[in-house]
C-alpha cells in the first residue's frame, strides 16, 4: 500500500468512527430525553401510552391515598382545568404534600393512569417547579 493511500483508509477509517460514536451519543440523549406535559394537555392526548414524559402541576388537595402495600401511593396531579391520576411506588419527597407544585416523571398507562418512576416536590413555601407555573397559568388562561 502506497502512504497516499494509508493516509486515505486511515482518514476514512476515523470519519466512521466519529459517525457511529455521534450516533451512539444521540440515541443515549434520546432515551433521557423526557418532556413536561400538563395534565389539560394529557387528558387532550398529546402523549402517548407508554411514552415516557415529565407532568407537572399542583397535588389535588384531599387526593393523596396509600395503597394496601404502604409503599405505593396515589394522588391527582391538577392544573386546575384537568386532573391526572398518578400512582408512584416509592419513597416521596420528604416536602411533598396535598396543594403543593410537583413534577413527577414517568408513563401514561392503557387506563389513563400516570405510574410515576420518579417525583419531585417544591423546596420551599415560595418556589414552585416552572414547569408546574407554566401549566397552572396555561389553564387558568383557557378558562377565562
Known amino acids: 500500500m502506497k502512504p497516499r493511500q494509508k493516509r486515505f483508509f486511515f482518514i476514512a477509517l476515523a470519519i466512521v468512527a466519529v459517525l457511529i460514536a455521534g450516533g451512539l ?6 432515551s433521557n430525553i423526557a418532556y413536561a ?6 387528558v387532550k ?3 402517548a401510552p407508554g411514552e415516557l414524559f415529565r407532568l407537572a402541576g399542583m397535588v389535588k388537595k384531599g387526593s393523596l391515598k396509600r395503597l394496601d402495600n404502604g409503599l405505593t401511593v396515589s394522588f391527582v396531579v ?4 384537568q386532573e391526572v391520576t398518578v400512582r408512584h411506588t416509592g419513597i416521596l419527597p420528604d416536602l411533598f404534600k396535598e396543594g403543593q407544585g410537583t413534577v413527577a ?6 387506563q389513563g393512569i400516570f405510574v410515576a418512576d420518579e417525583v419531585l416536590a417544591k423546596h420551599d413555601e ?4 416552572p414547569e408546574a407555573a407554566d401549566a397552572v397559568k396555561a389553564a387558568q388562561t ?3
Not at 415560595?126 to 417547579?129: A, D, E, L, N, W
Open 142 to 144: 383557557v378558562k377565562e
Open 45 to 47: 392526548g398529546e402523549v
Open 78 to 81: 391538577t392544573d386546575t382545568a
Open 25 to 30: 451519543i444521540i440515541k443515549a440523549l434520546r
Open 126 to 129: 415560595s418556589y414552585m417547579p
Open 37 to 42: 406535559f400538563s395534565p389539560s394537555q394529557v
Open 105 to 110: 416523571k414517568g408513563r401514561l398507562n392503557d
